[in-house]
Each structure stands twice: as structure tokens, then as C-alpha cells.
T-cell receptor, first 112, second 112 residues
């Protein structure tokens, strides 16, 4: 069965600084990988996804993620964080029957 | 109107009470899902339905039941609520053969 680990429960970053959120997955086949963001009181919104091809994927809101098969990782990055990026971020892996398994989430706090 | 609507948004109930959470969608998606979110645990799948006549248990189905009344409606019931079912519950939909998930805004349930 697939699983996802997000090692960082909480990250605090200054506005304008770079951000990297870690995600490690376990899956026997080629993984389908996703990053979602949850703002307070909202549902989950898809930031980006990786299915195949270029291992560096671009998403919405200036986010990008890099798939590294050798490290079983799919880390999310943003070069310059805005206060509106404060939210909870979830990494997820998809199964062959299109179900998603989520990590525990990383809460991002942005300080002025 | 939202694509995926969950009612109620918030609910406080007493231990032992029966409660139903409702989800309706206007996306026309075949598949519907119920997840619960707990701090530090991420989203865990309770039940999912690939079409009206196909309902499946997820990883944490004990204590829950579901009903798929129509393609657009998927309800989650707690027959006898207990305090450790206090959580944020999300409904989601997706098309068949596709990872295009749409999430509702969540129902915050507190069992006292």
C-alpha cells in the first residue's frame, strides 16, 4: 500500500524568504504525486501534480516541486513567500484506482 | 453555489447520538469520498463510492456508515457518536479514471 510522510509538522518562515516542504512517499510502482493547500476554513486546493515526464513541475501561486525517484521524494518549494501562503500543506500519492493517500500535513506560518 | 456542498458546516452533538453529514455535488462526477482530518494525522479515507451501486470501506470505516442516494449525494452517518469522532470531515468528488478531485469546505464535528 502507498503511504506519504511529511517530516515537518510546522514551519515558520519570514515573508520574502524561500520555503521548502518535504515529502517522502512509499509506492511500488510509478507514483502519482500531488501537493494540496488548505487555507483556514477552506477545503483543499490542488497546487500541482506529477504523473510522468519532467521531474520539476510548476504549479499555481508560484509553487514548484521536484520529483526524485532515487530519494522517493517530492519536495515543494517557493522562492519568495507571501503572507497569504500561511496555510496547511498536504502531500498525497495516488493509487492505480485513483484514490489519494495523504500525508499528515505541514503547517506554514509566515512572519512579517 | 459551490461545486461540492457539505452540510452542516459545524455541529456539536452528544455522545451516543446519531448524526448524519451530507454532501451534494454539481460536478457530475461519478466518484465520491468521505475523509476525516485530525491534527497530525492528515486526511484519512472513511468510505468511497465509485458509483451509486458501488460503496467501499476506506482505512477507518469502523463506527461510520454511508449512503449514496443519487449520483450527486453521498451521506455519512455516525450511528452512535463518540468523542474520538470529533474531527473535520471532508467530502470530495472525482471523475472516473481521473485525479481531478474537488473538495467541499468541510464539516467540523464536535462530540461532547
Amino acid at each position: 500500500a502507498q503511504s506519504v510522510t511529511q517530516p515537518d509538522i510546522h514551519i515558520t518562515v519570514s515573508e520574502g524568504a524561500s520555503l521548502e516542504l518535504r515529502c517522502n512517499y512509499s509506492y511500488g510502482a510509478t507514483p502519482y504525486l500531488f501537493w494540496y493547500v488548505q487555507s483556514p476554513g477552506q477545503g483543499l486546493q490542488l497546487l500541482l501534480k506529477y504523473f510522468s515526464g519532467d521531474t520539476l513541475v510548476q504549479g499555481i501561486k508560484g509553487f514548484e516541486a521536484e520529483f526524485k525517484r532515487s530519494q522517493s521524494s517530492f519536495n515543494l518549494r517557493k522562492p519568495s513567500v507571501h503572507w497569504s501562503d500561511a496555510a496547511e500543506y498536504f502531500c498525497a500519492v495516488g493509487s492505480n484506482d485513483y484514490k489519494l493517500s495523504f500525508g499528515a500535513g505541514t503547517t506554514v506560518t509566515v512572519r512579517a | 453555489d459551490a461545486d461540492v456542498t457539505q452540510t452542516p458546516r459545524n455541529r456539536i452533538t452528544k455522545t451516543g447520538k446519531r448524526i448524519m453529514l451530507e454532501c451534494s455535488q454539481t460536478k457530475g462526477h461519478d466518484r465520491m469520498y468521505w475523509y476525516r482530518q485530525d491534527p497530525g494525522l492528515g486526511l484519512r479515507l472513511i468510505y468511497y463510492s465509485f458509483d451509486v451501486k458501488d460503496i467501499n470501506k476506506g482505512e477507518i470505516s469502523d463506527g461510520y456508515s454511508v449512503s449514496r442516494q443519487a449520483q450527486a449525494k453521498f451521506s455519512l452517518s455516525l450511528e452512535s457518536a463518540i468523542p474520538n469522532q470529533t474531527a473535520l470531515y471532508f467530502c470530495a468528488t472525482s471523475p472516473s479514471g481521473n485525479y481531478g478531485y474537488t473538495f467541499g469546505s468541510g464539516t467540523r464535528l464536535t462530540v461532547v
